[in-house]
C-alpha cells in the first residue's frame, strides 16, 4: 500500500517508530462493500483524531476523481495516475494543524478522498501546489460545513466499525 508506505515509511528508522506506525495503523480498516453488482473497496480511519482543537476541523473535503473503467473499476494507467496523484497528497493527510485524511474509497467509478480541515483556503492552495506538477488530473473538489464528522460517520456507522464519534 503505497499511501501507508508513503506516510510512516519515514518514520520507521526512527528509535521507538515501529510503535507509532503499529499505533497509527490501528485506527485504519480496509472494507469492501458491495450492494448487490455494485462494490466499493475503502479505506477508513475508524476513529476521530486526537487533536485539541478538533472541532476547529468542521469542513468535509472530497476530492474527487472520476474514471470510466470496466465495472466501476479504473483501468491499470488510471490507477497508477490516482496513486501518483494520492502520493503527492501525502503532507495533507496528517501531521499537520490544518487537514487530515479520513477515508478513501474507489468504486461506482470514482476514486474519491475524504479530507476534514480547519482551513478550507490553505487547503485548497497546498493541493493546487502539491499537484501542478502532475499536470491537471481530473478532479473536482467539493467542500461542506460538517462540524459532526456525519460524511466520515456515516461510512464507519454502515461498517459497524466501533468508533469515538
Known sequence: ???????????????????????????????????????????????RPDLPDLAAFRTAVSVVWPFEGDEGWPDPETKAAMDSFEDALIELSSENDFSYL???????????????????????????????????????????????WGEWSMVVRRAQLTTDA
Open 1 to 47: 500500500m503505497s499511501f501507508f508506505k508513503k506516510l510512516f515509511g519515514k518514520k520507521r528508522a526512527e528509535p521507538g517508530a515501529q510503535t507509532g506506525l503499529d499505533d497509527e495503523l490501528k485506527h485504519w480498516r480496509i472494507l469492501d462493500m458491495r450492494n448487490g453488482d455494485e462494490r466499493v473497496i475503502a479505506r477508513v480511519r475508524i476513529n
Open 102 to 148: 479520513m477515508l478513501v474509497r474507489t468504486g461506482l467509478g470514482a476514486r474519491v478522498w475524504l479530507y476534514y480541515t480547519a482551513d478550507l483556503a490553505r487547503f485548497t492552495s497546498e493541493l493546487e501546489s502539491r499537484t501542478s506538477a502532475l499536470g491537471e488530473p481530473p478532479i473536482r473538489v467539493e467542500a461542506t460545513v460538517d462540524p459532526e
